[in-house]
């Protein structure tokens, strides 16, 4: 059977859609890029990075890269972008997929663009991320403190890092991702530093994406990296009398919740690094003003 002709795409919005991989889901990475090639309403450039492996599952027309490292989930990330912006006319838009995340319409990321171009204020714009149902959400994937109505939209002061549309400009402007923190709080550093620059970010409730409904601490490295960049994120960016309330608020929880599901002896050594690591890492802390901006948004930034 001849396959249909591959849509039009002159005059459409451009994204640039970053996938990372290390080849261990084949058969999820596979439906995550069927349902991106059906994307409609936009010109989808894709690269795929192999985060210390060869991409075993890359669709037709992308762009591949090879780190002979695993360099991190942040750091596997710029090098997409730096990638997409090497081969030429980088797009004004950058998507971060996560290779088990689906489209769930043929529509989402035309939709995501049309809402940002909507609010020229806000640097990126995040989709509900739900499971395959449509319509469960962790409490853990909604972008704002107050989340009993889940399909409320609105400013928002973090992002789920995993399903965000970025602006390239603003993106590149404040230094992209921050490598050294692995995995684990990337995006609370990235918007925080993109509120700094005078940016902002949405939350699209009414546009989906579905994720698998896995747990954060199937990761081995989950309560040490966690615990331990919730220091550094707060070292790189809060002004100074800020730090201990910050800290203290996430330490009492962060405790309450290893104690009550396990890690707590991984969260303590990764509370214990972030502590006496801290100073290795470069403060550009923000401005009073943008406290105020992230407080006016709901999320001061002692919470």
């Known amino acids: 059977m001849t396959p249909p002709p591959a849509p039009a795409t002159e005059g459409l919005p451009r994204v640039d859609v970053v996938l990372l991989t290390m080849n261990n889901r084949p058969a999820e990475e596979a439906a995550a890029q069927t349902t991106l090639r059906a994307q409609r309403g936009v010109d989808v450039r894709v690269v795929v990075v192999g985060n210390g492996c060869t991409p075993e599952v890359v669709p037709a027309g992308a762009l591949t890269v090879c780190l002979s490292e695993n360099v991190g989930v942040p750091?596997?990330?710029?090098?997409?972008a730096a990638a997409l912006r090497e081969?030429?006319?980088?797009?004004?838009?950058?998507?971060?997929l996560d290779?088990?995340?689906?489209?769930?319409?043929?529509?989402?990321?035309?939709?995501?663009?049309?809402?940002a171009e909507r609010r020229p204020d806000a640097a990126w714009v995040q989709p509900r991320l739900t499971g395959p149902d449509d319509v469960t959400t962790p409490r853990r994937w909604v972008p704002r403190l107050r989340a009993s109505n889940l399909g409320r939209p609105g400013?928002?002061?973090?992002?789920t890092e995993g399903v965000v549309l970025i602006r390239r400009d603003a993106f590149d402007a404040v230094g992209g991702w921050e490598d050294q923190l692995f995995l684990y709080h990337e995006g609370l550093d990235l918007a925080w530093r993109l509120y700094g620059a005078g940016w902002s970010g949405w939350y699209a409730a009414s546009i989906r994406m579905h994720h698998p409904l896995t747990q954060p601490a199937r990761h081995a490295l989950y309560h040490r990296l966690a615990a331990r960049n919730r220091i550094w994120v707060a070292h790189r960016n809060l002004p100074a009398p800020l730090i201990p309330f910050y800290l203290s608020v996430w330490t009492t929880i962060?405790?309450?919740?290893?104690?009550?599901?396990g890690g707590l002896g991984r969260t303590l050594r990764g509370m214990r690094e972030g502590w006496t690591t801290?100073?290795?890492?470069?403060?550009?802390?923000?401005?009073?003003?943008?406290?105020?901006?992230?407080?006016?948004?709901?999320?001061?930034?002692?919470?």
């Not at 750091?75 to 997409?80: K, L």
């Not at 962060?254 to 009550?260: C, K, Q």
């Open 254 to 261: 962060t405790l309450a919740r290893a104690l009550r599901d």
């Open 99 to 115: 290779n088990d995340a689906a489209f769930p319409r043929l529509d989402v990321l035309a939709r995501l663009v049309a809402e």
């Open 75 to 80: 750091g596997g990330r710029n090098v997409g």
């Open 155 to 159: 400013k928002v002061a973090s992002m």
């Open 87 to 96: 081969a030429g006319d980088p797009a004004g838009w950058l998507f971060f």
């Open 278 to 303: 801290r100073r290795a890492q470069r403060r550009r802390p923000m401005s009073w003003r943008t406290v105020y901006r992230l407080t006016a948004a709901g999320r001061p930034p002692i919470i």
